[in-house]
């Protein structure tokens, strides 16, 4: 194969499966495109009111975003579209633009898609994929979470048919409560009617079929229709009894027809006011959809290409920007269903897409008279099952510092919204990597007596010397952690007149940058001055061919030892070394 064609199969990963594509395999394609389209048609809709756009944009997002995946993305099994976070982030963008105008308010979304779209395709170009390694993953679990409980409390006015203002936790639940006297009682009954039938059919209705001697595979299509049953009966109910005149808010008039072709603004004024949010969008969503990406392909032994997910999405947001729609990305919830109703293939969301078009031109009259209270049902009961408020508890056990970075993710999400929490869970897990790397672990060691190993000498019952003391360094060398390793290299030797060699075990070091090699430099040149050599031992290949192009090998007051067993035999045959190694218990 010649080196272009490589190359195009690199990026365009539809190369690899369709040559192969046979019918047996879009069956299963067809099945699983049938049971995700029933789902997502109600859950579009809904994510598009979460958003505080009309909720055709919904539809709109779902259909070539999903052409556009199965073309340039690399899971077989995830499925792309609006989802509740993005849907919470896309609120509070836009919501900061203070706009009124509906056309400007779609514009501005669809610009959003855009900016997000172009930021992640260049960052799959440039192999940027690693970038999301910088978010911890307790961060994002307290961020999910937090959005969770924000979401289903901004869906609350929805059910009780009052008017609620705020994009924070007190500000929702205080203005939910300053307006309950306003609560519309047909609303509210069939809110919560709508919700407790959605919880009950995501754990009861599948078993329940089953029982009465239903197959299986029809019984899981049936409970995972459930969303539309849902909206077919209070659809009925409201037009049936003019409910809407009752007070009961519905969807209203949604276009009939095809996806607009639309064109993102490019107000220089507007792409600066939504870059940051833009950016916000782009890491959570990458973020959210390569791991359920890499969740769902590890159970098949198959693998993604991160670098070729961002272009995967980057496209499909690009997409969803020129189609009338707004941010999407991979789901959680779909996804899954997606996974577990058998697809194959990314053709599963192209046929995907196809059904959600057949909706978008023939089945919107019919939702005129959809209650948003139902709308509202579906989100809450979406939303709730991200809500994990465990990781708090295994946090508190495992780290009190990853328990203070999800504690606080949390907080601040609940009470200063969401692109705060956002923002704030970036700077904590960059913050928290510097924390934990500014104080690396270093271990006095010693020979565990009759092997060629070296223990700490507070865990094991080891041989040491008097006059030398080993130490290993379990962390790369850098800026924020050298000055602490001068430091305890220094109070070591400062408490022990008797030291005449200390060894740097450098096992765990894979890097030394420029500010930690000058402060081993000086470390050198403070030991050298009173008396005490200082060695290295198992230096890595790069980090050893990175001292060889400075003087510090050349000053180096001692020696480097290929292993540490080595370092040890030497200062063993010292003629200035102790006539017998001390013997150290472990300290418990």
Known sequence: MTLPKIRLRQYLPILDWAPKYDRDTATSDLVAAVIVTIMLIPQSLAYALLAGLPPEMGLYASILPLVAYAIFGTSRALAVGPVAVVSLMTAAAIGNLGLTDPAQIAIAAGTLAFISGVMLTVMGVLKLGALANFLSHPVIAGFITASGVLIAASQLKHIFGVKVSGHTLPEVLGSLLENQGDTNVITLFIGVSATAFLFWVRKGLKPL????????????????????????????????????????????????????????????????????????????????????????????????????????????????????????????????????????????????????????????????????????????????????????????????????????????????????????????????????????????????????????????????????????????????????????????????????????????????????????EEVNRRLRETGISLHLSEVKGPVMDRLKRSHFLDDLSGSVFLSQYDAWQALKADGRADPEATERLAAQ
Request: aromatic content about 8%; hydrophobic content about 50%; proline content about 4%.
């Open 209 to 520: 079929l089953i029982s009465t001697g239903m197959k299986p595979r029809l019984a899981d299509i049936l409970a995972k229709a459930g969303p539309v049953g849902a909206v077919v009966v209070t659809t009925l109910a409201t037009w049936g009894f003019g409910l809407a005149d009752k007070g009961v808010s519905i969807v209203g008039s949604v276009p009939m027809g095809l996806p607009p072709l639309t064109m993102p603004s490019l107000s220089p004024d507007l792409w600066s006011q939504l870059f940051l949010s833009a950016l916000l969008i782009s890491i959570i969503g990458f973020v959210e959809s390569v791991s359920v990406a890499q969740t769902l392909a590890a159970k098949k032994r198959q693998r993604i290409v991160p670098d070729q997910e961002l272009i995967g999405l980057g496209t499909s947001n690009i997409a969803a920007a020129i189609s009338g729609g707004y941010p999407v990305t991979g789901g959680f919830a779909r996804s899954v269903v997606n996974f577990d109703a058998g697809a194959e293939t990314p053709a599963a969301g192209a046929f995907t897409a196809v059904g959600i078009l057949f909706a978008a031109l023939l089945l919107t009259p019919l939702i005129y008279f959809l209650p948003t209270a139902t709308l509202a049902a579906t989100i809450i009961v979406a939303v709730l099952s991200l809500v994990d408020f465990s990781i708090l508890f295994k946090a508190w056990s495992y780290s009190k510092v990853d328990f203070a970075a999800v504690a606080a993710t949390i907080v601040l999400t609940l009470g200063f919204g969401v692109e705060i929490g956002v923002s704030a869970g970036v700077l904590i897990s960059i913050g928290l990597h510097l924390y934990k790397t500014s104080r690396p672990h270093i271990a006095e060691e010693g020979l565990v007596p009759g092997t060629q190993h070296f223990r700490n000498i507070h865990r094991h019952k080891v041989e040491t010397f008097a006059h030398a003391v080993t130490l290993r360094i379990d962390e790369s060398l850098y800026f924020a952690n050298a000055r602490f390793l001068e430091d305890y290299i220094l109070d070591r030797v400062a408490r022990d007149k008797a030291l005449r060699h200390v060894v740097l075990h450098c096992a765990a070091v894979n890097e030394i940058d420029m500010s930690a090699l000058e402060t081993l």
